[in-house]
């Protein structure tokens, strides 16, 4: 059995929903369907999921929210349409929309979440309308009817261990289709709670454990995961196969084409992941597969940069003779809530990395001064224009003078390189840069492994 994810772009009006349903039908095996809302059906259009936004913020407001529900359910109607199904049964859907404002909720967090995760929700009920008026066998499930528990704040959730357990009691018939709303699950206290944008990726992942997949497919608008970000490189290679940590690590620098959590769960299930193109689905795409007896063909699998960093450097002499001098500085991060990504060090030197987009800046100047007043660097300085390169494949874990070679292009492109880091699994190499230089590196190192 196979569990089929399938993206905003590939559900954005009839015509995709027909791709799609052609793409269900075409293989026995795919019985578990997971929808997201629909996403932009040109450039300028707009995705369901900020219409419902916008929706919850109107209704949070006291203000008239008809024009924006009519926007909404205008969505879902004309994919309706398309298929000539009956106004009649697309009332339910409109009810529901309508009544969201009557809901009663904890604070206005939820009703976000529960607002949001509505344009999932609906467009499964309409996914098995329309496969029902097609024909086949097809049941809308909730994730309260499967048991999907989740836990966390309501507009970031985390999934529950329990919820594997309600999957496994979980009762159906093998030739049904089950289609289920991606990005949501229910709190202990009976609330809707969304994971983070992109969330559908998790449930497909989720379900693809719980129900004990053979693959999980999660169909996107791109033939598959290619070796370097093609805005940045001509015509990268694509990735035919990859391991789940080759992934994450990629993922964490800024490969978006999958929700890098999504991952957890498979990885945990050691379920195959293949992404594939909704638009060609006839190529093989990616494959992500656990680590074990994997071959890697390449010595990197793909390099990627991420743009959204900053960096606090401190100099001090004598600063590995002090002992709770990182402690001190980790201690006041803490205190304003600011996670690190990364603290690579020297015996006199500490550079502490950050997500930019994680700190404003005003609490640049707090943090800088109180470091200052709590430890009293020789030097302290912020760096706001800093980028990390990742160099991932499990090609490098037995290949010598392979930082050479990543090295070498760099230097030759006059790049900067204030840091440089592998990480113990040995199959990732972070380098840290300017953002100004962040592409040319890209390409620079991609050219180094893949041009030949």
């Not at 990627?304 to 001098?325: C, E, I, P, T, W």
């Not at 890209?442 to 030949?452: G, L, P, S, T």
């Amino acid at each position: 059995m196979k569990v089929v994810k399938f993206g905003g772009s590939s559900l954005a009006n009839g015509e995709a929903f027909q791709n799609a349903i052609n793409i269900i039908t075409a293989d026995p095996e795919r019985r578990v369907v997971v929808t997201s809302a629909p996403g932009k059906r040109f450039a300028t259009d707009t995705k369901v999921t900020d219409l419902l936004i916008s929706y919850a913020n109107k209704t949070i407001a006291n203000e008239d929210p008809t024009k924006v529900v009519d926007e909404i359910f205008g969505r879902y109607q004309a994919i309706g349409a398309y298929f000539d199904l009956p106004v009649e049964k697309l009332a339910p859907l409109k009810e529901r929309l309508l009544a969201l404002p009557e809901k009663k909720y904890p604070n206005n967090n939820y009703l976000l979440a529960t607002f949001k995760a509505h344009g999932e929700r609906l467009n499964a009920h309409l996914m098995a309308l329309i496969l029902q008026q097609l024909g086949y066998r097809a049941r809308f499930v909730t994730p309260e009817e499967a048991g999907i528990r989740v836990t966390g704040t309501p507009n970031n959730a985390c999934v529950l261990a329990e919820t594997y357990e309600n999957l496994s009691h979980f009762s159906f018939n093998k030739d049904e289709l089950l289609i289920f709303p991606g990005f949501y699950g229910i709190t202990l206290a009976g609330h809707i709670a969304t994971f983070s944008r992109g969330g559908s990726d998790i449930t497909g992942a989720i379900l693809a454990r719980g129900l004990h997949a053979s693959i999980y497919e999660n169909f996107t608008d791109v033939d598959a995961i290619y070796a370097a970000n093609p805005n940045v490189v001509d015509n990268p290679q694509p990735i035919a196969k990859m391991t789940y940590r080759e992934m994450r690590e990629l993922s964490y620098a800024g490969f978006s084409v999958f929700h890098d959590e999504a991952l957890i769960p498979a990885i945990e299930g050691n379920v195959p992941i293949n992404v594939k193109n909704t638009n060609n689905p006839e190529k093989p795409g990616t494959m992500i597969v656990p680590d074990k007896d994997f071959q890697p063909t390449d010595i990197i699998t793909g390099v990627v940069s991420g743009k959204h960093f900053a960096a606090l450097y401190l100099h001090k002499y004598l600063l590995n003779k002090q002992a709770g001098f990182t402690l001190r500085i980790l201690q006041i991060l803490a205190k304003h809530n600011i996670s690190y990504e990364h603290m690579p060090s020297g015996i006199d030197d500490i550079t502490i990395i950050l997500d930019r987009n994680a700190i404003d800046d005003q609490l640049v100047d707090v943090i800088c001064n109180e470091i200052q007043e709590e430890i009293n660097p020789d030097r302290l300085e912020w760096i706001d224009n800093y980028a990390i390169i990742m160099v991932v494949g499990e090609g490098m874990r037995n290949r010598v003078g392979v930082i050479n070679d990543i090295l070498m292009p760099l230097a030759e492109k006059n790049i900067a390189v204030p840091m440089i880091n592998q990480g113990a699994s040995r199959i990732t190499i972070m380098i840290g840069t300017y953002d100004i230089d962040a592409d040319e590196a890209v390409r620079a190192i991609y050219h180094r492994f893949f041009a030949n």
